[in-house]
């Protein structure tokens, strides 16, 4: 089985930038793809970005250029730069990872960009 915690959020102005991690352990060879997801008060999950096995990336079109998923392998980390953050942006980010089973989630991490 496969654990996730994310860390790295919090208030940022609008504009700023703030680097989320996700710690992966567990069956960590099972993982196919590691996704970060978010929440909005009073709207659904929504897809932000995914980076798969072999290294290939896609990102959701209100982040693309703005975002970038990363991973370090020999930390079991996936990382999620966020860059140029809007008041939209304010939600919880969820680190997801999907292996042949599942999708296992983490606890969420709060991002809030305001003045």
């Known amino acids: 089985q496969v654990q996730l915690v994310e860390s790295g959020g919090g208030l940022v102005q609008p504009g700023g930038s703030l680097r989320l991690s996700c710690a992966a352990s567990?069956?960590?060879?099972?993982?196919?793809?590691m996704d970060w997801f978010r929440q909005a008060p009073g709207k659904q999950r929504e897809f932000v970005a995914t980076?798969?096995?072999?290294?290939?990336?896609i990102y959701a079109n209100f982040v693309k250029g703005r975002f970038t998923i990363s991973r370090d392998n020999p930390k079991n980390l996936v990382y999620l730069q966020m860059n140029s953050l809007k008041p939209d942006d304010t939600a919880v980010y969820y680190c997801?990872?999907?292996?042949?089973?599942?999708?296992?989630w983490g606890q969420g991490t709060q991002v809030t960009v305001s003045s």
């Open positions: 567990g069956s960590i060879s099972s993982i196919n793809a």
């Open positions: 997801s990872a999907l292996t042949s089973k599942e999708r296992v």
């Open positions: 980076i798969t096995r072999g290294g290939s990336t």
